[in-house]
Protein backbone atom coordinates (compact mmCIF):
# COMPACT_ATOMS: atom_id res chain seq x y z
CA UNK A 1 0.00 0.00 0.00
CA UNK A 2 1.60 3.40 -1.27
CA UNK A 3 2.23 6.33 1.76
CA UNK A 4 0.66 9.07 0.67
CA UNK A 5 2.43 12.36 1.40
CA UNK A 6 0.74 15.31 3.56
CA UNK A 7 -0.47 17.87 1.19
CA UNK A 8 1.76 21.05 0.25
CA UNK A 9 0.52 24.20 2.14
CA UNK A 10 -1.39 26.36 0.17
CA UNK A 11 -0.34 29.64 -1.38
CA UNK A 12 -0.75 32.35 1.40
CA UNK A 13 -0.50 30.80 4.54
CA UNK A 14 2.74 30.89 6.53
CA UNK A 15 1.89 29.24 10.25
CA UNK A 16 1.44 25.82 8.52
CA UNK A 17 -1.19 25.73 11.03
CA UNK A 18 -4.72 24.42 9.42
CA UNK A 19 -7.29 27.16 9.07
CA UNK A 20 -10.15 25.34 10.18
CA UNK A 21 -11.60 22.11 12.36
CA UNK A 22 -11.98 19.94 9.92
CA UNK A 23 -8.77 20.95 8.08
CA UNK A 24 -6.90 20.20 11.04
CA UNK A 25 -8.60 16.92 11.68
CA UNK A 26 -7.60 15.43 8.09
CA UNK A 27 -4.34 16.52 8.70
CA UNK A 28 -4.49 14.35 12.05
CA UNK A 29 -5.54 11.59 10.55
CA UNK A 30 -3.12 11.79 7.56
CA UNK A 31 0.13 12.07 10.23
CA UNK A 32 -1.58 9.23 12.17
CA UNK A 33 -2.00 7.30 8.91
CA UNK A 34 1.60 7.97 8.11
CA UNK A 35 3.13 7.04 11.39
CA UNK A 36 0.79 3.64 11.20
CA UNK A 37 2.26 2.49 7.63
CA UNK A 38 5.94 3.84 8.57
CA UNK A 39 5.98 1.60 11.75
CA UNK A 40 4.47 -1.14 10.24
CA UNK A 41 7.04 -0.72 7.38
CA UNK A 42 9.67 -1.03 9.66
CA UNK A 43 8.15 -4.20 11.55
CA UNK A 44 8.09 -5.69 7.99
CA UNK A 45 11.39 -4.70 7.15
CA UNK A 46 12.67 -6.54 10.50
CA UNK A 47 10.84 -9.51 9.93
CA UNK A 48 12.18 -9.81 6.55
CA UNK A 49 15.72 -9.04 7.58
CA UNK A 50 15.44 -11.94 10.56
CA UNK A 51 13.60 -14.90 7.92
CA UNK A 52 16.54 -13.89 5.57
CA UNK A 53 18.98 -13.74 7.80
CA UNK A 54 17.86 -17.71 9.51
CA UNK A 55 17.31 -19.41 6.10
CA UNK A 56 20.66 -20.38 5.15
CA UNK A 57 21.24 -21.88 8.78
CA UNK A 58 18.18 -23.49 8.82
CA UNK A 59 17.85 -25.47 6.07
CA UNK A 60 17.35 -29.05 6.15
CA UNK A 61 19.03 -31.04 3.36
CA UNK A 62 18.41 -34.51 2.03
CA UNK A 63 20.25 -37.29 3.55
CA UNK A 64 23.63 -37.70 1.08
CA UNK A 65 23.09 -41.25 -0.73
CA UNK A 66 26.74 -41.71 -0.06
CA UNK A 67 25.96 -41.43 3.99
CA UNK A 68 24.51 -45.20 4.54
CA UNK A 69 27.29 -46.50 2.76
CA UNK A 70 29.65 -44.71 5.19
CA UNK A 71 27.87 -45.75 8.06
CA UNK A 72 28.01 -49.70 6.45
CA UNK A 73 31.58 -49.62 5.58
CA UNK A 74 32.75 -48.25 9.84
CA UNK A 75 30.09 -51.09 10.79
CA UNK A 76 32.07 -53.69 8.73
CA UNK A 77 35.12 -52.74 9.89
CA UNK A 78 33.96 -52.72 13.84
CA UNK A 79 32.41 -56.47 13.31
CA UNK A 80 35.65 -57.15 11.12
CA UNK A 81 37.48 -56.50 14.25
CA UNK A 82 35.42 -57.49 16.89
CA UNK A 83 35.36 -61.02 14.95
CA UNK A 84 39.08 -61.59 15.70
CA UNK A 85 38.26 -62.19 19.28
CA UNK A 86 36.44 -65.32 18.04
CA UNK A 87 38.41 -66.19 14.89
CA UNK A 88 42.32 -65.48 15.86
CA UNK A 89 43.40 -67.99 13.13
CA UNK A 90 41.69 -65.32 10.39
CA UNK A 91 43.22 -62.40 12.17
CA UNK A 92 45.51 -61.44 9.62
CA UNK A 93 42.32 -61.31 7.23
CA UNK A 94 40.22 -59.82 9.43
CA UNK A 95 42.34 -56.96 10.28
CA UNK A 96 43.33 -56.10 6.51
CA UNK A 97 38.92 -56.45 6.25
CA UNK A 98 39.04 -53.50 9.12
CA UNK A 99 41.50 -51.98 7.47
CA UNK A 100 40.07 -51.73 4.08
CA UNK A 101 36.64 -51.16 4.96
CA UNK A 102 37.71 -47.98 7.54
CA UNK A 103 39.27 -46.50 4.22
CA UNK A 104 36.50 -47.03 2.40
CA UNK A 105 34.49 -44.71 5.22
CA UNK A 106 37.13 -42.19 4.85
CA UNK A 107 37.23 -42.12 0.87
CA UNK A 108 32.94 -41.46 1.41
CA UNK A 109 33.26 -39.41 4.02
CA UNK A 110 35.59 -36.98 1.99
CA UNK A 111 33.48 -36.97 -0.70
CA UNK A 112 30.32 -35.89 1.22
CA UNK A 113 32.50 -33.40 2.90
CA UNK A 114 33.44 -32.09 -0.87
CA UNK A 115 29.87 -31.78 -1.71
CA UNK A 116 28.95 -30.09 1.36
CA UNK A 117 31.79 -27.18 0.87
CA UNK A 118 34.41 -25.79 2.91
CA UNK A 119 34.99 -22.20 3.96
CA UNK A 120 38.46 -20.50 2.99
CA UNK A 121 39.38 -20.86 6.81
CA UNK A 122 38.85 -24.40 6.52
CA UNK A 123 35.60 -24.80 8.75
CA UNK A 124 32.76 -26.79 7.17
CA UNK A 125 29.05 -24.83 6.78
CA UNK A 126 26.32 -25.62 9.06
CA UNK A 127 24.43 -28.60 7.18
CA UNK A 128 22.05 -29.96 9.11
CA UNK A 129 20.35 -33.15 7.45
CA UNK A 130 17.16 -34.54 7.51
CA UNK A 131 16.58 -37.98 9.68
CA UNK A 132 15.97 -40.72 8.84
CA UNK A 133 18.76 -42.53 6.75
CA UNK A 134 18.81 -46.17 6.61
CA UNK A 135 21.62 -48.23 7.30
CA UNK A 136 23.21 -48.93 11.34
CA UNK A 137 23.56 -45.79 13.37
CA UNK A 138 27.42 -44.81 13.90
CA UNK A 139 28.32 -42.70 17.12
CA UNK A 140 29.61 -38.73 16.79
CA UNK A 141 33.37 -39.50 16.64
CA UNK A 142 32.50 -41.43 12.95
CA UNK A 143 33.61 -44.95 14.11
CA UNK A 144 30.64 -47.98 14.37
CA UNK A 145 29.94 -49.03 17.73
CA UNK A 146 31.41 -52.88 17.96
CA UNK A 147 28.42 -55.40 17.89
CA UNK A 148 28.04 -57.00 21.08
CA UNK A 149 28.66 -60.66 21.06
CA UNK A 150 31.25 -60.72 18.01
CA UNK A 151 30.57 -61.89 15.35
CA UNK A 152 31.49 -64.92 13.85
CA UNK A 153 32.93 -65.03 10.12
CA UNK A 154 29.98 -66.43 8.64
CA UNK A 155 27.59 -63.11 10.06
CA UNK A 156 30.63 -60.54 8.83
CA UNK A 157 30.40 -62.86 5.59
CA UNK A 158 26.88 -61.95 5.15
CA UNK A 159 27.22 -58.30 6.43
CA UNK A 160 29.76 -57.51 3.68
CA UNK A 161 27.71 -59.31 1.05
CA UNK A 162 24.87 -57.09 2.11
CA UNK A 163 27.23 -53.86 1.33
CA UNK A 164 28.92 -55.10 -1.43
CA UNK A 165 25.16 -55.27 -3.24
CA UNK A 166 24.00 -51.98 -1.74
CA UNK A 167 27.04 -49.98 -3.23
CA UNK A 168 26.69 -52.04 -6.24
CA UNK A 169 23.39 -51.05 -6.95
CA UNK A 170 23.94 -47.04 -5.83
CA UNK A 171 26.19 -47.12 -7.93
CA UNK A 172 24.31 -47.98 -10.94
CA UNK A 173 22.16 -45.04 -9.71
CA UNK A 174 24.82 -42.47 -9.61
CA UNK A 175 27.39 -40.78 -12.30
CA UNK A 176 31.15 -39.74 -12.37
CA UNK A 177 33.32 -39.96 -9.77
CA UNK A 178 30.97 -41.33 -7.17
CA UNK A 179 29.68 -44.29 -9.63
CA UNK A 180 33.27 -44.88 -10.08
CA UNK A 181 33.92 -44.84 -6.13
CA UNK A 182 31.57 -47.05 -5.33
CA UNK A 183 32.01 -49.53 -7.93
CA UNK A 184 35.72 -49.77 -6.55
CA UNK A 185 33.92 -50.41 -2.99
CA UNK A 186 31.75 -53.07 -4.19
CA UNK A 187 34.56 -54.76 -5.97
CA UNK A 188 36.45 -54.46 -2.97
CA UNK A 189 34.08 -56.40 -1.21
CA UNK A 190 33.15 -58.52 -3.49
CA UNK A 191 36.95 -59.78 -2.63
CA UNK A 192 37.07 -59.51 0.85
CA UNK A 193 34.21 -62.20 1.01
CA UNK A 194 35.36 -64.50 -2.12
CA UNK A 195 38.89 -64.08 -0.83
CA UNK A 196 39.60 -63.28 2.30
CA UNK A 197 37.19 -65.01 4.46
CA UNK A 198 36.79 -68.11 1.52
Known amino acids: MPIRLPAPPRAGRTTGMPSDRHEHRRATLDRRSALRLAC???????????????????????????AAQEVAARSDAAAATAAIAVAPDRHAALAAIAAERTAHADALRTEIDRAIGVYADGTK???????????PSAVASGSAVPPTPPPSVETLRTQLTASQKSAAELARALTGYRAGLLASISAACA????????
Open 40 to 66: GGTAGVIALGALVGCTGDDVVHEPDPL
Open 125 to 135: PAHRTRAGASG
Open 191 to 198: VQTGVLLA
